[in-house]
């Protein structure tokens, strides 16, 4: 099975090129840009035409969307960049997979919950209430999939971490080994994600996939097409996810300090709980997912080893 893979210099698709690995399938890298030393197709995914013609070149069978406006302040004051990556390039995916009959496995966010007050795990019919542009443009790309009527599947993640570009861990390690003193809020909670342990979950879905068509010899009729919930096991804030970075890390000189939202005057409201319920993807895919502590110690010693 040929699967097109865009956004792959960012946090999942570098993780998606380890897992692609282990796999009789065929796999094609794509992103913007070249980076040295990494196989990758120049692939702008707001560019309709070049998408059809990769897809049809390449005979691509599904498409995994790791591309994405992923700037959460940034988004606010930049909507129409924001909107035109993270709903118009997926819908554009969506429309060439539905013209070859194709799959398209979809990336979204927790981000598109935390304008209603709540504080139970959030399930995929729950309705999306976004806080802010990122979270906003996100809903309106599954909205437009969706609304493709291409065969899909989309995961809704949080949190995401890796050992490839920038992210909270990085960050945390160099500012708990640098710093004295620092304040993490702990009013926000949600699930840290290990973006490895989602590129397994989607090799295990396109797995399922592939199984289904060949006992239908059809593209036609995915029967676990829908919306799904991915992260790590567990719930923090954080302060706590910090806590955590620092001791597995060995960073114990800096005083980590808990702290309210307010104190870090941001241009976007963040939920404050956006943990996600994964009993449908756990049932449907048999998954077993890693807990988050466990995960986040195996990110930090691959980080700590390169
Ligand atoms: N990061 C998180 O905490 C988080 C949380 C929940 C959900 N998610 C979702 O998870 C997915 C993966 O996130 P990530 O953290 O791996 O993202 P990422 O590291 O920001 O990677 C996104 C990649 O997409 C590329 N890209 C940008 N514009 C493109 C275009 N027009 N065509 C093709 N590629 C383009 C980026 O290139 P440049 O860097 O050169 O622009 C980058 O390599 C996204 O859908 C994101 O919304 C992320």
């Known amino acids: ?18 897992v692609s690995k282990s796999s009789t399938d065929h796999y094609i890298f794509t992103d913007v840009v ?23 070149a390449q005979d691509v069978k599904v498409i995994v969307n790791c591309a994405a406006y992923t700037n959460v302040d940034a988004a606010e004051s930049n909507q129409e960049l924001a909107e035109k990556l993270n709903a118009t390039a997926p819908q554009n995916l969506a429309v060439v997979m539905k013209e070859v009959g ?20 959030c399930r995929e019919d729950q309705k999306g209430t976004p806080t802010g542009v990122y979270g906003l443009t996100k809903l309106h790309g599954e909205q437009n999939i969706i609304n493709s009527g291409c065969e899909y599947v989309i995961l809704r993640t949080a949190w995401l971490y890796s050992e490839f570009g920038k992210n909270f861990v990085k960050t945390m390690l160099n500012l708990t080994a640098t710093k004295p003193q620092l304040k993490v809020v702990f009013d926000q909670a949600g699930t840290p994600t290990y973006a490895y342990d989602l590129a397994k979950a989607i090799a295990v879905i396109l797995e399922d996939y592939k199984d ?26 954080w302060y706590d996810f910090t806590k955590m970075i620092a001791e597995y890390s060995g960073q114990t000189s800096c005083d980590i300090q808990p702290c309210h939202s307010n104190e870090f005057p941001s241009p976007v409201t963040r939920p404050a709980y956006s943990v996600l319920d994964k009993t449908k993807i756990k049932k449907t895919f ?9 995960s986040l110690k195996k990110c930090i010693n691959n980080i700590k080893s390169i």
Not at 4 to 11: E, F, I, K
Not at 35 to 40: F, S
Not at 102 to 121: C, K, Q
Not at 286 to 294: A, E, G, M, R, V
Request: with cysteine.
């Open 102 to 121: 194709g799959l398209l496995v979809h990336i979204s966010t927790d981000y598109v919950f935390g304008g209603d007050p709540y504080n139970t795990p």
């Open 286 to 294: 048999s998954l077993n997912i890693p807990y988050w502590t466990d």
């Open 34 to 56: 070249e980076v040295e030393g990494q196989e990758t197709i120049i692939l702008d995914i707001t560019d309709l035409d070049a998408i059809r013609s990769m897809v049809k």
């Open 212 to 237: 289904t068509l060949t006992a239908q010899r059809s593209t036609l009729n995915y029967p676990h097409k829908g919306i799904y919930h991915f992260s790590n096991e567990g719930v923090c804030s």
């Open 1 to 18: 099975m040929n699967i097109l893979v865009t956004g792959a210099n960012g946090q999942l698709g570098n993780e998606m090129r380890i």
